[in-house]
């Protein structure tokens, strides 16, 4: 079993709507929990990151962590066709970790 | 600043050749690392450096060497390459080891291997 389980999708949904990404994971030591957005044929980049269980928000971009499920999610709102891209979330045991987990990325795709 | 660069941007070798992949940041990171990126496999630690002298293995280190002779740069060789080492290598930075989460990726070498 991977430590990070993400759902490869690929996602497809219609410009304006709420796009819900998630991942679940094993190991209880994770406390550090990032997004990255990946667009094609480039390097992922740092969406956002979270420490332990919350919400954070970033304009239309809230990343949400309950410990208590080991489940982690990010939502989009008023999803706009320059949010197409591939999502990986990522985790850590500790604050610059020398190691990061990532999970396998969801494809998304917002239509116009 | 160019960030993070990676050379070169796609190369095919033949099984059993040896290669270097090279890697070069500007922004006097401490902390560098190789990845690799398969399809349904997220990406995946392959060594890591926390500063020039220093490098340590990650997830899946066979088959790959590396160095880390100066701050800015950190190649990774592929002693022997194997059709499984067909994938796409990214390199990335951070500040530090310790006290930074965000790494800075490069753009990536697609590597085939036949």
């Known amino acids: 079993q991977k430590e990070v389980e993400q759902d490869p999708g690929p996602l497809s949904v219609p410009e304006g709507a709420i796009v819900s990404l998630n991942c679940t994971y094993s190991n209880s030591a994770f406390q550090y929990f990032m997004w990255y957005r990946q667009y094609s044929r480039k390097g992922p980049e740092l969406l956002m990151y979270t420490y332990s269980s919350g919400n954070k928000e970033d304009g239309r971009f809230t990343a949400q962590v309950d410990k208590s499920s080991k489940y982690i999610s990010l939502f989009i709102r008023d999803s706009q066709p320059s949010d197409s891209a591939t999502y990986l979330c990522a985790m850590s045991a500790a604050q610059g970790a020398q190691k990061l987990v990532f999970g396998q990325g969801t494809r998304l795709t917002i239509n116009p | 600043n160019a960030g993070v660069t990676q050379t070169p941007k796609f190369q095919v070798l033949k099984t059993g050749q040896s290669m270097t992949l090279q890697c070069a940041q500007d922004m006097n990171h401490e902390y560098m690392s190789w990845y690799r990126q398969d399809p349904g496999m997220g990406l995946r630690l392959i060594h890591y450096s926390v500063g020039a002298g220093i490098t340590d293995q990650g997830e899946v280190p066979n088959g790959y060497n590396v160095s880390r002779s100066t701050t800015e740069d950190f190649p990774l060789r592929l002693l022997s390459a194997a059709p499984s080492q067909t994938s796409v290598y990214f390199c990335?930075?951070?500040?530090?080891?310790?006290?930074?989460?965000?790494?800075?990726f490069g753009p990536g070498t697609r590597l085939t291997v036949t």
């Open positions: 990335a930075s951070r500040l530090d080891g310790r006290g930074e989460v965000e790494q800075y």
